[in-house]
């Protein structure tokens, strides 16, 4: 195969479930040594397009070429052997196996007909090391941060020594530090002709990283733009079909009176003499790397981790949350990280999820009065544009995107005083993280106290009012939104 010759050509590929078209006459190219990526907005059709290049789909129509001969792949085994390789945006480790296990699944070495364990640990060891996470590869996956399993799928794929590796959102649960370690082993890879599909919904990764990006919008194919001479707007309006307003679209709300206070707070192991004040009105964002603390925090003021140290006031009064109940009476609501795992129960419906915490509200004399939770939940729905098929649809089956917006239906169906929201907008598209943003602000205007945690340094400083920075489980900094740069907020926390 030349230079010249795409190592993979998509030609025409349609895909349809139920009725519902997923995808129609998407066609690209990518060429060996080329970080190719692809954008679109959460249900635009990018995760059935991945399943039919990893042979988990077969295609309605179409045809996928590999080098100058188009190939129908049996299966994803099939894909891998043939030089396709994926990592997917949410770790799918074997829980109870460990990390040199996950990483060589189904392709251990041996030794005389039995696993090779030394030389299987030295190779997953090697593989750790060279995306920087130092862990025994004798760890069980299910030991692991979502960060840090996410880097053992890296290894994972990085050990097939792919022709193709497609990288669904790589760093939606990576710290700035091994984002750039990731992003050198990428640029590696580009350096030695292998092909990368790249989709991130950070446009300032792919500015950082891509040779060209493929745009799909509603399952169709928009255009493929070269990124030097593309404007971050230019993509956004490709991607969205519109103008896009701001970004960050925080409103200016005069900060009423305090109603959460922490002095002190700790959880043992976890984090120690963490205080603030949080107002109505106001958005205190909380940054810092991950593992710094900050999700601890959360979980302690929620009950799921009760405090072992310190104290909590809810509107000048001193409660002890030791367990999600009593955060859910006193009017907290927790919008998690990992919305799969904590957030929903996927198989059930959008209604069930929504109106699970104030079933109680439903009910009389010990029966669930169905018709007014359905009322209750599709108004709710609605109130945050959810795209569904009905409100009875199982909320496994929809975009990452309006998942989240049905895990936040589902809190402020609470009617909370005070929100907590952990990386609200990870791993959605930025149309759907506009949406987002207003509503935060929206929510901000009417009075609600919101806690927000993010990794992402321009959604801290684009949402927040105040700004607090942990390290290793302290607080070490503390910013105006005037005062806050990003500078200023990776300094904290990153020096001792």
Not at 36 to 57: C, F, M, P, Q, R
Not at 403 to 422: E, F, N, Y
Request: charged share 20%; hydrophobic share 45%.
């Amino acid at each position: 195969m030349s230079e010249s010759t795409p190592v993979m050509r998509v030609q025409h590929i349609a895909k349809a479930f139920g009725g519902v078209q997923a995808l129609q006459d998407v066609h690209f190219e990518i060429f060996p040594g080329e970080v190719h990526a692809l954008l679109g907005e959460n249900g635009a059709g990018k995760s059935t397009l991945i399943k039919i290049l990893t042979g988990v789909y077969q295609p309605d129509a179409g045809e996928v070429w590999l080098g100058e001969r188009p190939i129908r792949f049996a299966g994803p085994r099939d894909a891998q052997e043939q030089g396709i390789a994926a990592i997917y945006q949410e770790p799918s480790l074997f829980p109870d196996l460990d990390i040199a296990e996950n990483i060589l699944v189904g392709r251990q070495p041996t030794r005389r007909g039995a696993v090779d364990w030394p030389r299987m640990y030295r190779e997953a060891g090697r593989l750790l090391a060279r995306l920087g996470l130092t862990v025994d590869p004798r760890t069980k996956a299910r030991e692991l941060s979502v960060a840090q399993q996410q880097v053992v799928e890296i290894a994972r794929a990085l050990s097939i020594q792919a022709k193709v590796l497609i990288m669904d959102e790589p760093t939606s649960s990576l710290t700035l530090h091994e984002t750039e370690e990731l992003f050198a082993i990428v640029r590696q890879l580009r350096a030695a002709r292998t092909a990368i599909v790249f989709i991130s919904h950070r446009l300032e990764e792919l500015f950082a990283l891509a040779d060209r990006v493929t745009i799909l919008r509603d399952g169709t194919y928009v255009g493929t733009r070269d990124l030097v001479g593309v404007t971050r707007d230019e993509l956004i309006q490709m991607m969205v079909g519109r103008p896009l307003g701001e970004l960050f679209p925080k409103p200016t709300v005069p900060a009423g009176e305090v109603i959460l206070a922490v002095d002190g707070l700790g959880v043992a192991g976890a984090f120690s003499g963490v205080s603030f004040q949080l107002r109505r009105g106001e958005i205190l964002g909380l940054a810092g790397l991950i593992g710094a603390g900050r999700t601890n925090v959360a979980r302690a003021l929620f009950g799921t981790e009760p405090a072992t140290a310190g104290t909590i006031q809810l509107a000048g009064q001193v409660v002890t949350i030791d367990r999600p109940a009593v955060a859910l009476a006193l009017g907290i609501g927790y919008v998690p990280e990992d919305r799969k795992e904590h957030g929903l129960v996927l198989e059930m419906s959008i209604g069930r999820n929504i109106t699970l915490p104030v079933l109680g509200r439903f009910a009389r004399l010990s029966w669930l009065d169905e018709d007014r939770e359905r009322q209750a939940a599709t108004a709710e729905a609605g109130r945050l544009a959810v795209k569904m098929a009905g409100i009875d649809q199982p909320a496994g089956q929809l975009s990452g995107g309006n998942q989240q917006k049905v895990v936040l239906a589902k809190w402020l169906g609470t009617r909370p005083r005070v929100l907590i929201l952990d990386e609200p907008t990870r791993g959605i598209d930025v149309g759907t993280k506009a949406a987002v943003h207003a509503l935060m602000g929206e929510l901000a205007a009417q009075g609600l106290a919101i806690l927000m945690i993010s990794s992402e340094l321009p959604e801290v400083l684009g949402m927040s009012d105040r700004i607090l920075v942990m390290r290793e489980g302290r607080l070490t900094g503390q910013f105006s939104r005037a005062e806050a740069t990003q500078e200023k907020i990776m300094a904290a926390a990153t020096t001792a």
